[in-house]
């Protein structure tokens, strides 16, 4: 469908964006790189009164990699992150999951605060934020915040952000780079087309201890259930193990028993409860070679 | 409201209400109806157009987000001397059959061969797969492209 009727204002400052969201509580919606909000307007599933476009708002577009992390300003695109040559070490597993988002055209245009604050349970960067245990800053106009991605995601294109709030970044803890070689790391999803939402997804790593086994894992899944979500109990079961086919075989199977996957219209609950285990057999069998 | 962009090389000022699709303002108001609308959610590609520089979909792209930037059509890439390399190429591999998918195959595929003339099969289809196209099954699309690298690659970047 046609786009319903709103009004537009593109602010030159986040101040004044912050200004007026909050001035039409609720009613208003931030537009980014609209690669989200514009197909929900088109099917109605969003109906804002009120578009604040971000595109002059300064400062937003910056990649910072430092020994404090990496940095991605709310307007950076995907194709920002796919060009940016820092981030394969920097952060090689935002790099790899970053390849299966979307498709050409719309990686030229959508963005990492637009995927956030979109929040889509099957999206490749709400993963990697929640399985990093990034923080996502937001201006309101109480003033600025954190939000640990832990607490921002609620459910099914539901977040924490408040109506008055803007995304201004994503801050992804630093990835080892002194050891790099400990840092274990894999990505894997899975949709018919390259691009396409994933059916399911997997996000993990862990680092290696002296006696090469596993500390510090970290596995999440996207595109089961209604939003992101790390699996800790399958965690538990891989730190201080050696990681080889046998754990990884037993950890695959539990990772299908733990998920609660649900049917829709592009697999059932079955099929995802056993490609998650799939996926996490992959993801860890490429993490460990 | 009144928005002034360039549109194939001219400054165009047009009025337009915000919920208008740069993909409508382009077939409606400056009646260049190469741009074809085939979902018109951001799923089939056939609306694609250059911005800056840059392949993006004209149907998930607001006419007054275009303000101030340089929007290129498929009728911007033809020029005066007939078909161009990569028309040339659609044609000679039989990469169309209805048609309609066409337009936004070529700016893809012409964006994508601006950047990287060495691209392979495989970077061609990835990129590619945004784009749908319900006759040729995409085989000979692939073909047509691989075969019109030469002429982006012999001129910089330019067909």
Redesign the interface.
């Known amino acids: 469908m046609k786009l319903p009727q709103f009004e537009y204002a593109c602010p030159t400052t986040l101040h004044d964006a912050v200004a007026l969201l909050a001035a039409r509580a609720g009613d208003a919606k931030a537009l980014a790189g609209g690669q989200s909000l514009m197909p929900m307007m088109a099917f109605r599933i969003a109906q804002p009164a009120l578009l604040v476009d971000l595109r002059k708002l300064p400062g937003l577009r910056e990649i910072k990699v430092s020994g404090d992390g990496v940095r991605l300003g709310a307007m950076v695109r995907w194709r920002d992150i796919e060009d940016d040559a820092r981030l394969a070490s920097a952060h090689p597993l935002l790099k790899a999951a970053i390849a299966h988002v979307a498709h050409y055209q719309i990686r030229n245009r959508g963005t990492v605060g637009g995927s956030l604050a979109h929040a889509d349970p099957a999206a490749e960067l709400p993963g990697i934020a929640l399985t990093c245990e990034a923080e996502i800053a937001v201006m309101g106009k109480g003033g600025a915040r954190t939000i640990k991605a832990t607490d921002f995601f609620l459910g099914a294109l539901t977040t924490a952000l408040e109506a008055d709030e803007i995304i201004t970044e994503l801050r992804l803890p630093p990835w080892p780079q002194e050891r790099a070689k400990s840092r274990r790391w894999g990505f894997q999803e899975f949709a018919r087309r390259r691009g396409d939402f994933a059916m399911a997804g997997v996000a993990a790593f862990y680092d290696l201890d002296n006696s090469n086994k596993a500390m510090n894992t970290h596995i999440g899944v996207i595109g089961i259930g209604d939003r992101p979500h790390r699996l800790p109990a399958v965690e538990a079961m891989l730190n201080g193990r050696a990681i080889d086919d046998a754990s990884i075989e037993r950890v695959a199977a539990a990772t299908s028993a733990a998920v609660e996957p649900q049917d829709d219209i592009h697999a059932s609950a079955a099929y995802r409860r056993a490609l998650v285990g799939t996926l996490v057999e992959r993801a860890l069998t490429s993490a460990a070679a | 409201?009144p928005i002034r962009f360039e549109v194939n090389g001219k400054q165009v000022t047009v009025e337009v209400?915000?919920?208008l699709?740069l993909a409508?303002c382009l077939r409606q108001q400056l009646r260049l109806t190469g741009t074809h609308i085939g979902c018109?959610?951001?799923v089939c590609?056939a609306c694609?157009v250059l911005v800056d520089g840059?392949?993006?979909?004209a149907?998930?792209?607001?006419a007054?987000?275009a303000e101030g930037s340089k929007v290129v059509t498929v009728e911007g890439l033809s020029n005066d001397d007939g078909l161009t390399p990569l028309q040339k190429s659609f044609r000679k591999h039989h990469a169309l059959q209805c048609g309609f998918c066409t337009p936004g195959f070529i700016t893809?595929a012409h964006?994508?061969l601006s950047e990287e003339p060495d691209c392979d099969a495989d970077r061609i289809r990835?990129?590619?797969?945004?784009n749908i196209c319900r006759c040729t099954g995409y085989i000979s699309i692939v073909e047509a492209v691989l075969d019109a690298r030469a002429a982006y690659k012999s001129n910089g970047g330019k067909p």
């Not at chain 2, 840059?54 to 979909?57: G, K, S």
């Not at chain 2, 149907?59 to 607001?62: E, K, P, S, V």
């Open positions: 409201m209400e915000p919920r699709t409508d018109d959610h951001g590609g694609t840059d392949a993006v979909r149907c998930l792209m607001l007054v987000q893809t964006a994508l990835d990129v590619l797969s945004g």
